[in-house]
């Protein structure tokens, strides 16, 4: 029973390129969370999606930052031209349908560190 | 605002000692509180949940409190190892999302 798969573990992009950081959740859950922990900090909230929709997006930079989980594959966090500041670990959480005894607890991916040099 | 803060920030130990680690917060309404444990370059992982009518519950070596009326909850590790080296994140589930508290980074030392 796989867990929560992200890739790359470790990105190196130069300023002003694309970074795409993917995250398949566990087998059967329904939710993604993305967080991001910079370097000697707590995990920050960045978006929370369901199958193909965005429920809470309020954490995510209101430029350049997008994510997404399409019906089939994984969910996307997509970053356009990075700057040095975008540089940190991006985690991914997964849990299941509400109702189906999820009692709230997120299993973690082990991350990807992008590197923006 | 809903608010999570932990304390101490950092704690250094020797190995074999006890700690406890504390976890205060303001979400309302409540729904559980988790204890999460972070390895070095690793992604979280629960440790223990409480819910509003527990009181105390452990895991191997790893006790949670929780006082729902002051809103506290503490971490305590008995006789610690090196393994125990880690980052402890103390995560509050409200009516939507979880807040995070920024977590306790312990040491231990031989």
């Known amino acids: 029973n796989a867990g929560v798969m992200q890739n790359p573990r470790h990105l190196v992009r130069r300023r002003g390129q694309e970074a795409r950081l993917r995250c398949s959740p566990m087998?059967?859950?329904?939710?993604v969370y993305w967080y991001r922990q910079l370097p000697e900090e707590g995990l920050k909230f960045m978006v929370y999606?369901?199958?193909?929709?965005?429920?809470?997006e309020s954490g995510m930079p209101k430029e350049r930052f997008s994510a997404e989980f399409p019906k089939e594959g994984p969910s996307i966090l997509r970053i356009q031209q990075v700057v040095r500041g975008d540089s940190a670990a991006y985690f991914c959480a997964s849990s299941p349908p509400s109702g189906t005894g999820n009692t709230g607890e997120l299993f973690f991916g082990e991350g990807s560190r992008l590197t923006v040099l | 605002k809903n608010q999570v803060e932990q304390s101490p920030q950092s704690l250094i130990i020797l190995e074999g000692k006890n700690c406890t680690l504390q976890c205060n917060y303001t979400v309302s309404p409540f729904s559980n509180l988790r204890w999460y444990k972070q390895d070095t370059g690793r992604g979280p992982v629960s440790l223990t949940i409480m819910t509003f009518s527990e009181n105390t519950k452990s895991n191997g070596r790893y006790t949670a409190t929780l006082d729902a009326d002051t809103k506290q909850s503490s971490l305590h590790i008995t006789a610690s190892q090196l393994s125990d080296s880690a980052s402890y994140i103390c995560?509050?589930?409200?009516?939507?999302?979880?807040?995070f508290g920024d977590g306790t980074t312990l040491t231990v030392k031989p």
């Open positions: 087998k059967g859950h329904s939710h």
């Open positions: 995560v509050v589930k409200g009516a939507g999302k979880s807040t």
């Open positions: 999606l369901q199958k193909e929709n965005i429920i809470d």
